[in-house]
């Protein structure tokens, strides 16, 4: 059963959320670049510009470049120095960042309402002023191999790299982190943003601040982009395989993953129930209900067993699976307790368990539209996919869920082949097949 404090806050966060006077609005200027917005009434705002040209999009012989592409957004380009886009960011209060998905890369600005302008014009800057000039090459290679170990140390991010490129092998198979053997000079750069950098495949995306406004801003800054195509990759394939990869961690980790839904689709929604049943992305061990079946699986194994399970959507395709980590010798087991727990659900579920789910999955869709970051992120894939969901909707497609519609996933999850990836001291760790 869901908590007292858990319930009262789902309860109460729905009929909010439904009348809230939050505006969102999806459109493109006359060249093409996408707007979304949501209309907040807020001294503070954020904006940033969504580059749909993500790992996914990358050439197969320059893995990795787009990687180097965000590093390079806010260093020299022909109207300013990264000194002085530094030192003006600083001066009017606002924070930089630059982050990359599978399928976009994107740089972001909070600022205060009356700051917005300015970082629309550098983000024209970044699409049609940056140099990619040779000296700044070095530096940028060394940002981003730090961020490459950094990923490295993390047995957790080095799994789900793995599961992705099992599953998919190209395309969103491809690793979101640059590989240390691929050469990519600033004539590569220079190409790829002249393939990437147009009008066809960026979405200006901001809170606090009005469509219309932000709609002339970007005509001002993006007026002159040329309008490209919009990004294409081949159609995305699921093939599925055994992974083992050997690595001096404490603890053993195993992933199971199936071909899952893209974002925003029925069977999307129905998944997200169903990993809130299982025991949602988080590792659930220390749930503070603890009712949940990974929850319930990981405080019998022992103190170091964390299980958990994920669901990631794409534009055209998801992965949905289980995520075990335990000390070697128990880890199968934990492994096999999460496939277990998927079988169960693809029989019968009780009213009960069905009902937290659904409470708990509606409670994380409405929290995303409660963080900058996250409410980018929807509007960004929301513009580029051409459409506006609210939380509102959001949420009334979740209701739309059945508990025979969970089961149904469930069973048609585990009849397809599956992902399999082990990390650890392999010897000792489970093969895909044990795990069923």
């Known amino acids: ?3 007292i404090s858990s319930a009262r806050k789902t309860l109460n966060l729905v009929p909010t959320l439904l009348k809230a006077g939050y505006a969102t609005a999806v459109t493109k200027t ?48 022909g109207r300013r120095s990264a000194f002085r886009i530094a030192r003006e960011t600083e001066l009017v209060g606002g924070v930089l960042s630059s982050t990359l998905g599978r399928e976009s890369v994107t740089f972001t600005a909070e600022c205060l309402k009356e700051d917005v302008p300015y970082f629309v014009e550098v983000f024209g800057d970044i699409v049609s002023q940056t ?54 000079t600033t004539d590569d750069l220079k190409e790829f943003a002249a393939n990437n950098f147009v009008a066809s495949k960026l979405a200006l995306v901001g809170t606090g601040i009005s469509e219309a406004e932000l709609k002339s801003l970007a005509a001002s800054a993006f007026g002159e982009v040329a309008a490209g195509s919009a990004a294409q990759s081949a159609a995305t394939k699921y093939y599925g395989g055994d992974v083992r990869l050997p690595h001096n961690s404490e603890l053993g980790h195993v992933a199971v993953a199936f ?18 049943l299982l025991g949602g992305d988080r ?31 794409y534009s055209d395709a998801g992965l949905f699976g289980i995520y075990a980590q335990s000390e070697h010798g128990t880890v199968a087991e934990a492994a096999k307790a999460a496939v277990a727990s998927l079988k169960a659900a693809s029989k019968v579920i009780p009213a009960e368990e069905f009902k937290r789910a659904l409470a708990q999955a509606k409670f994380e869709a409405a929290s995303r ?4 970051a996250s409410t980018t992120e929807i509007l960004a894939a929301q513009a ?17 869920v059945q508990a025979g519609d969970v089961s149904k ?13 082990v990390l650890g001291k392999t010897s000792e760790l489970p093969y895909g097949d044990e795990l069923f």
């Open 131 to 184: 140099k990619f000039a040779e000296h700044e090459l070095h530096p940028v290679v060394n940002e981003v191999a730090a961020e490459v170990t950094a990923a490295d140390a993390s047995p957790e991010v080095t799994v789900i790299e793995a599961v992705h490129n099992a599953a998919f092998r190209h395309g969103l198979g491809n690793p979101v982190y640059a590989t240390p053997y691929t050469e990519v």
């Open 30 to 77: 006359s060249n093409g670049v996408r707007i979304a917005t949501l209309d907040e009434s807020s001294p503070a705002a954020s904006v940033s510009l969504v580059i749909n040209a993500g790992s996914r999009f990358e050439p197969k012989d320059k893995a990795g470049i787009s990687h180097l592409v965000k590093n390079f957004g806010f260093k020299n380009n």
């Open 384 to 400: 580029f996919q051409g459409q506006k969901v609210t939380a509102s909707e959001a949420l009334a497609a979740l209701d739309s």
């Open 369 to 372: 539209f409660e963080t900058r």
């Open 1 to 3: 059963m869901l908590s």
């Open 259 to 276: 071909p899952g839904a893209a974002e925003g689709t029925s069977e999307f929604y129905t998944a997200q129930v169903l990993r809130s």
């Open 409 to 421: 996933l469930a069973a048609k999850l585990l009849s397809s082949k599956p992902t399999t990836v």
């Open 283 to 313: 590792f659930v061990k220390w749930s503070t209900s603890g009712v949940s079946p990974l929850a319930a699986a990981a405080s019998k194994i022992g103190n170091s067993t964390q299980i958990s399970a994920f669901n990631y959507g």
